[in-house]
């Protein structure tokens, strides 16, 4: 990757730089002369904006960027690249929108664009009944215009960008290799359906299930083109000290910073919305993040701190979820080129969908299924699940484009979210991850 390439890192919802930094260090490693942005002007409580005021900021900050490198280095910059973690992901996707709109990859050619854990469908519950409603309901009017984004509100963007007439869409086509990495379990904030772009999840019960995994990359990148193995004997977790007093603290002291939490993002959201009247009045976008979160009234580490204590209480509630994409090295999901660049996407001739890269797996769970019926659960692999209409629709535009989809599956952590991209720097396999994504950029 040569010193004119710009690649562009994007955090999540709560998030800051902090969060990419063992992204930034391997994409480095591979690619020492590469112009690496981490995104700053959204961070904390900035995020609770929404994807359309926090992919302005970002615009700004990468025109900021480009000219810098210019007037300090002498550098042009000609090709360009993004990635995003969680939300980072939809804000990427508007990000490239607006640059396409504006002229930008008239000189600047589009390289690489991928997500991580990214909810790609929205956040919306997929399990029927009470809670479904009760979680959609509340995420949409309590975290702000990120809420209404993320949960699919009447007037969130994410179904926008995925209209295959739009400018959003459009751009992503011009990429010449897209790909997402999705985990299939532990990761209770952004489930494998969404960030798969998959209406089945074959994931759901892995208790007699092993997945296999690509060579040098296992046990975390799995091999979608293998069946799983069926395991004669379920496998089932013993409960060790740390989890009794894991459970006992959770339950005596849970509910209290629960309700703190809660009247935290209460506060933060309101202090949100009133950002964006703002904002909408004056018609400015400030730059800076310092200057933005001194306004929000909440700094960035307390916005991690909070990010942190409710993804611990969701740690202590879950079993595990998610799904896969399949090519040549056995896990990709890859474009009939040979460097996975993107071709045709505007006239729909792609491979099929991520649904069909599934088969495989589900197949194999299925035939088990039918001859033992009470040995692999409750969960039917080959059924759909419960989405929304606005999600199904999404699922089958954003499959017309030509993904290199990636599963992955992490075991060191309760909580594979934050694991994916190695987010406290504490995980060796979300580096397996971030190594496996840097291997495989086109320069």
């Known amino acids: 990757m040569s010193a004119d390439h710009l690649f562009v890192l994007l955090h999540g919802f ?44 970002v615009i700004a900050e990468i025109e900021d960027r480009i000219k810098e490198i210019k007037e300090s ?5 000609r090709k360009f690249s993004v990635a995003g973690y969680s939300l980072g992901g939809l804000i990427a996707r508007y990000v490239v929108g607006e640059l396409y709109n504006s002229g930008f990859f008239n000189e600047i050619k589009p390289m690489n664009f991928t997500t991580f854990a990214t909810p790609h469908l929205g956040t919306c519950s997929e399990k029927p009944g009470f809670a479904r409603w009760a979680f959609n309901y509340y995420g949409r009017n309590w975290l702000s215009q990120s809420g209404r984004d993320m949960f699919l509100g009447n007037d969130g963007i994410v179904p926008k960008l995925a209209d295959p007439e739009g400018y959003y869409y459009r751009a992503l086509t011009k990429f010449e290799r897209l790909s997402l990495y999705a985990n ?65 603290v959770l339950f005596t002291v849970g509910p209290i910073i629960l309700l703190g939490a809660l009247a935290t993002i209460t506060v933060s959201a309101q202090l949100s919305e009133r950002r964006i009247r703002r904002l909408y009045q004056s018609s400015t976008f400030p730059r800076r993040s310092v200057e933005m979160t001194q306004q929000s009234g909440m700094n960035v580490t307390e916005a991690e701190l909070m990010q942190d204590v409710v993804e611990d209480l969701f740690d202590a509630t879950g079993a595990e979820e998610q799904e896969t994409g399949s090519t040549d090295d056995g896990t990709q999901y890859q474009s009939s080129s040979d460097n996975g660049s993107v071709k045709n996407a505007s006239s729909h001739k792609t491979r099929i969908s991520s649904v ?31 989405l929304e209409e606005v999600q199904i629709r999404m699922c089958n535009e954003m499959n017309r484009l030509q993904w290199n989809k990636y599963a992955v599956q992490i075991h060191q952590t309760l909580h594979s979210h934050a694991a994916i991209v190695n987010r406290k720097g504490q995980l060796p396999e979300g580096d397996i991850v971030l190594g496996h994504w840097a291997e495989r950029l086109v320069i």
């Open 14 to 57: 709560w998030g800051n730089m902090s969060h990419l930094y063992k992204a930034r260090e391997l994409l480095l490693n591979e690619y020492p002369d590469a112009q690496v942005l981490v995104a700053s002007t959204y961070a904390g409580n900035l995020t609770y904006d929404g994807i359309s005021i926090c992919g302005r900021r």
């Open 73 to 77: 280095d002498g550098v042009a910059i």
């Open 184 to 248: 299939i379990i532990n990761d209770r904030t952004v489930h494998f359906f969404t960030a798969f772009m998959s209406e089945r999840d074959p994931f759901t019960d892995l208790a007699n299930c092993k997945p296999q995994y690509v060579d040098k990359y296992e046990p975390v990148i799995l091999d979608l083109s293998r069946e799983m193995k069926i395991l004669s004997t379920p496998v089932k977790r013993k409960w060790s000290r740390r989890d009794y007093i894991f459970f006992t």
């Open 356 to 386: 069909g890269t599934l088969n495989t797996i589900c197949s194999s769970v299925v035939a088990h299924k039918a001859r033992h019926p009470d040995s692999v659960g409750k969960h039917s692999p080959e059924k759909a699940l419960d």
